[in-house]
């Protein structure tokens, strides 16, 4: 029976990395299923949700850890398989946009959290502003909001931090 693994990893940048990544997977079976890879700061870092026959997971795990001599520093996380997703959720999307500060993502996800949301993906960056130059912080973040969550509570925490920090804090929800 297929067991689901997701595999963490970090190196520093070069061509070849994902290519040995994938070797090792498909050397044991191994099925690549999904993947978030991304170049930060000269390093290459990612996570890869692999399906595999359950017991080629200890035999990965040996061989991804071999890798360490190549720089590659890796861990292998067993999934529960026995966790449904709820087709149901009601996802939302958040973009953040201003000057870059310290605590900005603290303060989003300190709203968010204490309103039991819970942050799926994520992707910020700090790039110069269009006129001025001066680092700009954007983030788009996707949440799920957990049943009987009032989406008047979340804009308003939201519309708060925007204004405190000066940023721009847009919501999309879909209509319900």
């Known amino acids: 029976m297929p067991s689901t693994f997701i595999i963490t990893f970090i190196g520093d940048d070069r061509p070849g990395l994902v290519e040995?990544?994938?070797?090792v997977v498909a050397d044991h079976g191994g099925n690549w299923l999904e993947s978030r890879l991304s170049q930060l700061a000269?390093?290459?870092?990612?996570?890869?949700?692999?399906?595999?026959?359950?017991e080629s997971g200890p035999a990965l795990e040996a061989a991804l850890d071999a890798l360490h001599a190549e720089g590659i520093s890796v861990r292998v996380t067993p999934c529960d398989s026995s966790i449904a997703q709820d087709d149901h959720q009601r996802i939302v999307t958040l973009t953040v946009l201003g000057p870059d500060r310290p605590g900005v993502v603290r303060e989003v996800?300190?709203?968010l959290s204490k309103l039991k949301i819970n942050v799926?993906?994520?992707e910020s960056f700090v790039?110069?502003?269009p006129m001025s130059s001066e680092p700009l912080f954007q983030a788009q973040v996707e949440a799920v909001l957990p049943t009987g969550c009032e989406l008047e509570a979340l804009e308003e925490s939201l519309d708060q931090i925007a204004d405190e920090m000066h940023m721009d804090i847009t919501l999309e929800a879909p209509a319900s």
Do not use: E
Not at 20 to 23: E, K
Not at 42 to 54: C, D, E, N, Q, R
């Open 20 to 23: 040995a990544l994938s070797t």
């Open 127 to 129: 790039s110069p502003a």
């Open 109 to 111: 996800s300190a709203a």
């Open 42 to 54: 000269g390093k290459f870092a990612g996570l890869i949700s692999v399906s595999l026959p359950s």
């Open 120 to 122: 799926v993906d994520m």
